[in-house]
C-alpha cells in the first residue's frame, strides 16, 4: 500500500512542480496590474516547441534552452507593449478579454511557425527509472523538482533583495504609492510579463520530456496552472507554489484512490470545496477594497 | 437522301459519343486535412490526388479522365455534412471516396442513402458497415476485428488476464466497448479496466493500479495520439515487464518517435503497409504495398501510413466498381462493387457482397512488433 502511496505522491508533485511554476507566472502579473494573463499557457507552450525545433536544427540542449526562454521572455514583453500598454486605461475585465485573445493569437502562430504534431524532448539525463522505497521516479522528475527549487529561492532573493523586486513588491501593494516615490510603474509591468513569460517557458522545457509538447498544451496547463494559483490563493507567491502542489497532489491521489477517468473532475472539485470555506484560497487574504 | 441522312445521324451520334466519352468521371471527397485527425487526411488526400493522377495519365477509365474534388472537413462533422451536400448536390459527383473519421462518415450516411450515390468511407468503426447500409462501404479494418486480431494473437501466447487501458475520445471508447464485448468469444478475461483523459499526462496512476490486479498477464492500451506514448513511457519507468498491446490507431513511425526506446516489444494489429519489407516473399499483397510505398514515399517525401492505404484501397475499388459496371450509373457501380471478390488492396484482400460491406476478414490485420526501433511483422 506505501509503495502505491510513494508512486501516486511522487507523481502528483512532479505535475504539481509545472503547476506552481505556471501558477507564480499567473501570480506576478496579478500582483503587478491586477490583469489574469489568459497567455499564461501559451508562454509554456513557446518555450517547449521552440527548444524543440531549434534542438532539431542542430543547437546543443542548453543552447537551445537558452535561446527558447529568451523567445517566450520577448513574446511576454511584446505582449504587454502592444496589447495590455496601449489599453491601459481600460477596465480589468477589458484587460483579461484582450489575453484571451493573445492566447488564441498564439496559438494560431504556434501552427504557423511549426505544425499541430506531437513533439517530444529528449529527457535532460537518460531515463532509466530511479527506484526510491518500491516505487519508481523518472530521472527528469528529479529535474523537474530541483529546478523548480532553485527558481523559487532565487526569485524570494530577487523580491527580496534587489531594488527591481522589491519595485514589483511595492507595485503590487499600492500602484499610486509606488508611482509617488519615483517607482517607473510601466517598466514595473514590462517587467513582470517578460518574468512570468520566462518562469512559464522554463516550466514547458521541463515538463517536455516527460510529458511532450505541441500547439496546444498551453490550454489545459494554463487552466491547471491559473486553478492552482486561485488554490493557493491570487497575489500570494508562496500561494502559488502551495497551490501548485496541492492540486498535483490531489490529482494523483484522486485518480489512484478513487477513479481515473474522473481525475479533473476531482481536481477542480476540491478547488470549489476550498473556495467555499476559504474564499482567498489557502493563503491568500480576502480582497478589500478602500471606499 | 436516305444515305445522306444516314451519314448526318450517324455523325451526330458519333459526335454525341464523342462528347459523352468527355464527359469526366466526377470522384468526391471529403477528408480531415486538417484539425485534430489530420494525420489521417492529409496521407489520404495526397494519395487520392497522386493515384488519380496516374490513372489519367494512363488514359483514365473506360477512356473518360477522372475529376476529384477534395473538400478539408477539418474532422467536424457538422462541415463534413454540408461538403458531402455539395459535392451531391451541385458538384453532380459520381462516387464519394471520402470521411476520415467515424463521426464525419456517420454524420454523411443519411445524405449518401437518400441520394442513391455509392460512398466507400475510410473510417475504422463497425457501425458504418452494421447494419449494412444500401449504398455505404468501407476499407479499413474494424475496430473490433482490430480486438479479435489482439485476442487471437494473446490467446497464442497463454495470455488470458489482461487488462484494458483506455482514453476518452470516441475512437479510444469504441475500441474499448468492442473488445469487451468479443473478449469472451476468445477466451479472453479483463480483470482490470482503467482510463485516462484526453489532455492526461500522467498514466502512473492507472498503471500502478493495473499492476496490482489479480493475475494480470497483459495490458491493452486503447487509443491513439499521444495517450499512448504516455502510457508506453510510464508502463517502462514503472517496471512493468507484462506483455503490452497498442491499437492500430498508433501504427505508425511517429509513435516510436514519440516513446522513444519504450516502445522496445510493443505489439499492435496493422495493416502489412506498415513494414511491407518485412513480408516473407510470397505473400499476396507484398507487391502492391511496395509499389504504393515506393510510390507514395518517392512523390511526398514521407513516410508511407496505413491511413494513406485505406484511401488507395477505396479509390482503387471504385475505379474497378466502375470498369466492372461500364459507366458511371450509380445503382450499377453499386452492384458492382458489391461483387468484388479477391481484390489485393493495401489493407487486405476485399470480397465484398450483399451483406459484407468492408470485405475484409482479420488476415489482412498482421500481429506487428517494435524490434530495435522499427515495425516487423511477426505473424
Redesign the interface.
Known amino acids: 500500500m506505501s509503495a502505491e502511496f510513494l508512486q501516486f505522491l511522487l507523481a502528483g508533485l512532479t505535475a504539481g512542480a509545472i503547476y506552481a511554476l505556471v501558477a507564480l507566472g499567473f501570480t506576478i502579473i496579478y500582483n503587478a496590474s491586477h490583469v489574469i494573463n489568459f497567455a499564461q499557457g501559451e508562454f509554456v507552450m513557446i518555450g517547449g516547441m521552440a527548444t524543440v525545433s531549434l534542438a532539431a536544427a542542430g543547437l546543443p540542449l542548453p543552447a537551445a534552452i537558452a535561446a527558447a526562454v529568451l523567445a517566450a521572455a520577448a513574446v511576454g514583453l511584446a505582449l504587454e507593449k502592444f496589447a495590455v500598454e496601449p489599453a491601459r486605461g481600460a477596465p480589468v475585465v477589458t484587460l483579461i478579454i484582450i489575453t484571451i485573445g493573445a492566447s488564441i493569437l498564439l496559438r494560431g502562430l504556434a501552427t504557423l511557425v511549426w505544425d499541430k504534431k506531437i513533439h517530444a524532448l529528449k529527457p535532460f539525463s537518460g531515463d532509466a527509472p530511479i527506484r526510491i522505497g518500491g516505487a519508481t521516479l523518472a530521472p527528469q522528475s528529479l529535474w523537474v523538482l530541483g529546478v523548480t527549487l532553485v527558481i523559487v529561492l532565487v526569485l524570494a532573493w530577487f523580491f527580496n533583495r534587489t531594488l527591481l523586486g522589491k519595485a514589483l513588491l511595492a507595485t503590487s501593494h499600492n500602484r499610486l504609492a509606488a508611482q509617488l516615490v519615483g517607482i517607473n510603474v510601466r517598466r514595473v509591468l514590462l517587467v513582470s510579463f517578460g518574468l512570468s513569460a520566462a518562469l512559464g517557458a522554463i516550466a514547458g522545457i521541463l515538463t517536455a520530456p516527460i510529458t511532450f509538447t505541441s500547439w496546444d498544451v498551453g490550454i489545459m496547463l494554463g487552466l491547471k496552472g491559473f486553478a492552482a494559483a486561485i488554490l493557493g490563493g491570487l497575489g500570494s507567491g508562496p500561494g502559488a507554489i502551495v497551490g501548485g502542489l496541492a492540486l498535483g497532489i490531489v490529482e494523483a491521489m484522486g485518480a489512484g484512490y478513487v477513479s481515473s477517468a474522473y481525475k479533473d473532475a476531482i481536481a477542480f472539485v476540491v478547488l470549489l470545496a476550498v473556495l467555499f470555506f476559504l474564499p482567498g484560497g489557502l493563503l491568500g487574504r480576502g480582497g478589500a477594497e478602500r471606499v | 437522301m436516305l444515305k445522306g441522312l444516314a451519314v448526318a445521324a450517324s455523325a451526330l451520334a458519333f459526335a454525341a459519343g464523342a462528347a459523352f466519352a468527355q464527359e469526366p468521371i466526377r470522384i468526391g471527397s471529403f477528408l480531415a486535412v ?1 484539425g485534430p485527425a ?2 489521417l487526411g492529409d496521407p489520404e488526400q495526397k494519395t487520392l490526388e497522386l493515384y488519380v493522377e496516374k490513372l489519367n495519365a494512363a488514359g483514365g477509365v473506360l477512356g473518360r479522365k477522372i475529376q476529384l474534388t477534395v473538400y478539408d472537413s477539418a474532422g467536424d462533422a457538422e462541415k463534413a455534412r454540408a461538403f458531402a451536400k455539395r459535392l451531391i448536390e451541385q458538384d453532380k459527383v459520381d462516387v464519394i471516396v471520402g470521411g476520415s473519421t467515424t463521426g464525419e462518415t456517420m454524420a454523411v450516411v443519411p445524405l449518401v442513402e437518400q441520394a442513391g450515390i455509392p460512398f466507400i468511407s475510410l473510417a475504422g468503426a463497425v457501425v458504418i458497415v452494421e447494419p449494412v447500409k444500401k449504398w455505404v462501404f468501407k476499407t479499413p479494418h474494424s475496430d473490433r476485428q482490430a480486438c479479435e486480431r489482439i485476442f487471437v494473437d494473446m490467446k497464442a501466447r497463454g495470455l488470458t488476464k489482461i487488462a484494458l487501458i483506455s482514453g ?1 475520445g470516441g475512437f479510444d471508447k469504441s475500441m474499448r466497448a468492442q473488445c469487451m464485448q468479443v473478449a469472451k468469444n476468445h477466451g479472453i478475461e479483463i480483470v482490470a479496466d ?4 484526453a ?8 498503471l ?2 493495473i499492476r ?1 490486479a489479480p493475475g494480470v498477464q497483459a495490458v491493452l492500451n486503447c487509443g491513439f ?2 495517450g499512448p ?2 502510457v508506453t ?1 510510464n508502463y ?4 512493468i515487464t507484462l506483455p503490452l498491446y497498442q491499437s492500430h490507431g498508433v501504427a505508425s513511425k ?1 509513435f516510436i ?2 516513446a ?3 516502445a522496445e516489444g510493443i505489439r499492435l494489429p496493422a495493416a502489412a503497409i506498415l513494414a511491407p519489407e518485412t513480408l516473407p516473399d510470397g505473400d499476396p499483397q507484398k507487391k502492391v504495398l511496395l509499389a504504393y510505398k515506393r510510390e507514395f514515399e518517392g512523390r511526398f517525401k514521407q513516410d508511407v501510413s496505413t491511413f494513406g492505404g485505406h484511401a488507395y484501397d477505396g479509390l482503387m475499388l471504385a475505379v474497378e466498381a466502375i470498369r466492372r459496371a461500364g459507366s458511371t450509373n450509380k445503382e450499377a457501380v453499386r452492384s458492382a462493387l458489391e461483387s468484388i471478390r479477391g481484390f489485393v488492396g493495401i489493407d487486405g484482400i476485399f470480397n465484398f457482397s450483399p451483406t459484407d460491406h468492408v470485405g475484409l476478414d482479420v488476415s489482412g490485420l498482421r500481429i506487428f512488433e517494435v524490434r530495435n526501433g522499427n515495425w516487423t511483422v511477426v505473424k
Request: aromatic share 6%; proline share 0%; charged share 25%.
Open positions: 486538417t489530420a494525420f476518452a482503467e482510463s485516462y483523459g489532455g492526461d499526462t500522467d498514466m502512473t496512476a492507472q500502478t493500479k496490482s495520439g499521444q506514448a504516455i513511457k517502462r519507468q514503472l517496471g511517429e518517435k514519440l522513444g526506446g519504450a
